[in-house]
């Protein structure tokens, strides 16, 4: 299987030697090495939902917090999340990192997360393939 990375997978043209770059430059993504090899794209690739300063939507997406409902619906998220499968997907940099470090299967984390704008519902499904939905109550 060909992992594609997210400029191929859009054609937006910022990517590596890309048509658009003369205007718009190299998208932050294609340029961002620190994120090389992560759900194994080339730089950040396969996990562009987590850098910051994307034009994602004919905007620019600050954060994850601010891409978090774009990004989850994105086909670029969802083919990646697919081609990893459970055990290999790296959501954010940091739970790669993580994960890299510390390879006991058994081992158990609770995870933390903050949006100061929180989406309508979220659903998040945990390694058994369990779904829990969380709604905004306020």
């Keep these: ?6 400029w191929e997978i859009k054609r937006c043209g910022r990517g590596p030697g890309g048509g658009k770059t003369g205007d718009l430059g190299v998208c932050p993504v294609a340029a961002d090495s620190s994120s090389n090899g992560i759900n194994g794209g080339k730089n950040a690739g396969r996990i562009c939902w987590d850098v910051p300063h994307t034009l994602c939507e004919g905007k620019v997406q600050n954060n994850f917090s601010q891409k ?3 990004c989850v ?3 670029v998220f969802n083919r990646v999340r697919a081609e990893e499968g459970i ?3 790296s959501l954010l940099k940091i739970f790669h990192h993580i994960q890299s470090s510390d390879r006991d299967a058994d081992a158990l ?3 933390v997360v903050q949006l100061p704008v929180l989406p309508h519902e979220l659903t998040i499904s945990n390694t058994a393939g369990d779904l829990v939905k969380y709604r905004r109550t306020s």
């Excluded at 299987?1 to 997210?6: E, G, R, S, T």
């Design 1 to 6: 299987m060909i992992k594609l990375n997210c």
């Design 68 to 70: 978090a409902v774009s």
């Design 73 to 75: 619906s994105c086909v």
């Design 87 to 89: 055990v290999n997907f």
């Design 109 to 111: 984390c609770d995870i």
